[in-house]
């Protein structure tokens, strides 16, 4: 199962196929540029970036930059998001009602704090806002969590059509760690068994596809219970085409 994206686009008639269209080089060749696919640009520009670490592995690309915004933009985040929150969903439910526990705030697209998080990642990234879903934030109260999940959307998924048709597949995910709870709340990453700690202003980032443009399901990840205190966090998806 997947978080599920703030808002549904659908194609016109006759359009209904462009998700489930075969990932060969030919049907990916006409994606835009900052659309994070292929990665290798996005590679290559965040590694560049001082400050920032690359996990070593060859199984997934995913990279950590600490003190990538600061507590004071932090605070404001955590505030919009307890002003306005609500049950978090998923994708392709699977009947576990306790898959997924924590809240949700959507942030809009003309709020200042998501213009400037936005453009932030996206410049940081070398991607283009365009092509990014609307910012949500997730708050994680003790004994919340969500359990071991990939971001791609799963093309034999009863949701795909739902999401995928227009803006296609999710290609990068951003992930910034607004505070630190007082105990648990890590990101596990099972494949490559990385247990990542949240710290105050922290970004994770990594690539959800294969180079065939299928999902990766190396990167499948858990977002562990939190033992104490709350958790808060900020997540970005960038998409194969243009959102909307």
Known sequence: MQADAQRVWRLPRGFGNFGRMATSASSLAFLPPGSGFPADPVITHVSAQPGVQKVPSPK???FLMR??????LCAELIARIDAERRPSTVSDFNGDAAFRTSETCDFRFEEPLSQIINRRIADFMHL?????EPLQGQRYAVGQEFKAHTDYFDPQ??????????AGQ???TAMIYLNEPGAGGATRFKAIDKLVQPETGKLLMWNNLRPD????PSTIHHGM????GTKYVLTKWFRMRPWG
């Open 60 to 62: 997934l690309t995913l």
């Open 67 to 72: 003190g990538f915004i600061d507590p004071s």
């Open 128 to 132: 283009d806002e365009a092509h990014g």
């Open 157 to 166: 998924g009863v949701d795909f059509e739902r999401f995928c048709s227009v």
């Open 170 to 172: 999710r290609t990068w």
């Open 213 to 216: 443009g299928s999902g990766n």
């Open 225 to 228: 219970k939190v033992r104490s």
